[in-house]
């Protein structure tokens, strides 16, 4: 197995959308949970929004709540998340990680393979 692999970010302009791309292809057969995270520098590692694979559904934390929507296509193993009126303080690396996860929402420490992440970057 590999692990997730991020795609799509960029800069924008406040107020703008992007998506953001992982592919999964590579991870274990055992992961039951894709997990979207953000890091900003000097700052925790944050959960986003949170999918269990096997029925599509999600958890979304308060921060992104409305603005953010995680989706996944399973025939091409990769997982999305589209950003629309994205603000400054979105600005942050953005990571996508699987895991088999025990509780719901799931704890950070319960997803094991991580992607190397995206940057994105919303100028005001």
């Known amino acids: 197995q590999v692990a997730p692999v991020e795609s799509g970010g960029g800069s924008v302009e406040a107020g703008g959308s992007l998506t953001l791309s992982c592919a999964v292809s590579g991870v274990s057969t055992s992961a039951n949970a894709v997990g979207w995270f953000r890091q900003s520098p000097g700052k925790e590692r944050e959960g986003i929004v949170y999918?269990?694979?096997?029925?599509?559904?999600?958890y979304y934390e308060d921060s992104v709540k409305g603005r953010f929507t995680a989706s996944q296509d399973k025939s091409a193993y990769m997982v999305y998340l589209r950003m629309i009126n994205v603000k400054p303080d979105d600005t942050a690396m953005y990571y996508c990680?699987?895991?088999?996860?025990?509780?719901?929402?799931?704890?950070?420490?319960?997803?094991?393979?991580w992607g190397q992440g995206t940057q994105v970057t919303v100028s005001s």
């Open positions: 990680a699987t895991g088999r996860v025990r509780t719901w929402p799931p704890e950070v420490s319960e997803f094991d393979s």
């Open positions: 999918i269990y694979i096997s029925h599509g559904g999600t």
